[in-house]
């Protein structure tokens, strides 16, 4: 045992509640059961009532944390700097430490013993394995930290894998129920029952010994959303909000980013392995857009349109393509840029910098201009370096060198 004072701390609270836990039951309060059935091969089934004592604890949750007990158990919780990740749990709309610490530490240890227990007859034995757990915890090597969101617009045939420990994969059946059995009227319509709603958006890290910090999961996973629209063109989005767990206990419930969690308008698309790669490399490469002002304004113009409809939509997309490739030269430069980038022939060429130049012109971005920008986007994220992109499609036009072969000339070749 690592820290015995708090293990005195925690057993009484947990003593305690069960205790008015069970003074209730004695008064009339209902424990609800399930019936369950747990079958075997060759072997007649077995049945089991189980209590769901989670439920009848979370509904009890706010009175037990009054109590003295549960003072006297977060006192002693704040003492630990172990447990400072666990005070920032994001445990409400406005949580502080001490509903942080409640939410994530006493009340799953809590569950967690009853659930041993079967019920609220006290077992020392039941409290010390749950209390184990907790410890190790605490005091292990470090932290497993994860964030999952809902992801629609896009189906998988398997896992893809998008860096950092950043993927998505299909929604496991019950997933989030299990740990956040409110998860159920924050998922988007029909989730879990059409193709295009079956996935999830996924981050998972190891946190060092002592971290005190959870990572930035909702701009981490909205900059993932980006990526994978610039890869696909599909209409994806993530949300509305993110399920956090911390060494496999709940953590908090966080909302999505309002650009990531509003889905765009069009048909959904299917994440291949190739399509895959490309969004792994732009996700990675979008913090080039922190040093580069005028890529960010293109990167949040041009998402921005995809929400818009016209005249708003065609402003958005001139504003984000005079941004990436039109410097001090304006938007007729941009353009002409544009074609020589993403045209692989001179009639590809020509007809890019026709639908461009309606554009320019104010008139309503087609679907070739709105894919040119987008392309655009992923020519000079890819390229790495906007400026000297710049330079060299000057350079081509004048004839001094040959086009910049970007991320799709590449894949041409």
Known sequence: MRAPALHRTLRAFCLGAFRVLCAELEGGAELPFAFEEHGAVGRPPLYEYRALVRPFLEERATRLAKRDDARIALE?????????????????????????????????????????????????????????????????????????????????????????????????????????????????QDFGREVDRLCVLELERALAPGSSEAPDAPGELADAVTALRLATAGPIAAGPVLFERLDWRPYGIRPVLPI???????????????????????????????????????????????????????????????????????????????????????????????????????????????????RGLVEALSHGDRSTLVESLDEALLGLRPRPAGFYAAQAS
Do not use: N
């Open 260 to 374: 990531a969690a509003t889905q765009p308008g069009g048909e959904p698309t299917r994440l291949d392995s190739f399509r895959g790669r490309l969004a792994a490399d732009l996700r990675t490469r979008l913090v080039a857009a922190d040093a580069d002002p005028e890529l960010a304004e293109a990167l949040d113009r041009w998402e921005l349109s995809l929400f818009q409809a016209e005249p708003f939509r065609s402003e958005q997309l001139r504003e984000s393509l005079a941004a990436l490739l039109g410097g001090t030269d304006g938007l007729w430069a941009a353009a002409m840029r544009a074609s020589v980038l993403l045209g692989e022939s001179g009639r590809d060429r020509a007809a890019l910098l026709q639908s461009l130049r309606g554009l320019v012109a104010g008139e309503g971005a087609g679907r070739s201009a709105e894919e040119a920008v987008r």
């Open 76 to 188: 002693e919780l704040r003492r630990e700097q172990a447990a400072a990740i666990f005070a920032r749990a994001h445990a409400g709309a406005r949580p502080s430490p001490d509903d942080a610490l409640f939410a994530s530490i006493l009340l799953p240890l809590l569950v967690e013993t009853a659930e041993i227990c079967g019920g609220f007859d006290w077992d020392d034995q039941a409290f010390d394995r749950a209390y184990a757990k907790l410890e190790r915890s605490l005091f292990g090597d470090g932290h497993s930290y994860a964030a999952v969101a809902p992801l629609v617009g896009i189906s998988v045939g398997t896992q893809i894998e998008l860096g950092d420990g950043i993927r998505v994969r299909v929604a496991a059946a019950g997933e989030l129920a299990r740990l956040w059995p409110e998860a159920t009227g924050l998922l988007p």
